[in-house]
């Protein structure tokens, strides 16, 4: 089973950035949408941003839109999440995944990483 690895987070200040990356099996890389969600204590996990797998198109949540950025790199099958402008609100563990349609869809994701945690001091 592909397994995704996070990493890159970290404890920051506010209005700080930080960048996630995601290391993606490289046939789970070329074959699925890639895409981040958080989680705090006691919360529904929350779509955060999503990537095409094929036409880079992107997608975000309204709480992160103009402050985050997904992107990809196909020579490093490396996923990452660009934060800017950072608030304690971001404060969560942060899963990358893959799956066809979870991002849109509410449903289970196929391939998880494990997380990492990103906390945001005030």
């Known amino acids: 089973q592909a397994q995704l690895v996070e990493s890159g987070g970290g404890s920051v200040q506010e209005g700080d950035s930080l960048r996630l990356s995601c290391l993606v099996p490289?046939?789970?890389?070329?074959?699925?949408?890639l895409g981040w969600f958080r989680q705090t204590p006691g919360k529904e996990r929350e779509f955060v941003a999503a990537?095409?797998?094929?036409?880079?198109?992107?997608w975000y949540s309204e709480s992160v839109k103009g402050r985050f950025t997904i992107s990809k790199d196909s020579d490093k099958i490396t996923m990452y999440l660009q934060m800017r402008a950072l608030k304690p609100e971001d404060t969560a563990v942060y899963y990358c995944?893959?799956?066809?349609?979870?991002?849109?869809?509410?449903?289970?994701?196929?391939?998880w990483g494990r997380g990492t945690q990103v906390t945001v001091s005030a």
């Open positions: 490289g046939a789970t890389f070329y074959s699925y949408p």
């Open positions: 990537i095409s797998w094929n036409d880079d198109r992107t």
């Open positions: 995944a893959a799956d066809s349609s979870c991002f849109w869809h509410g449903t289970d994701c196929k391939y």
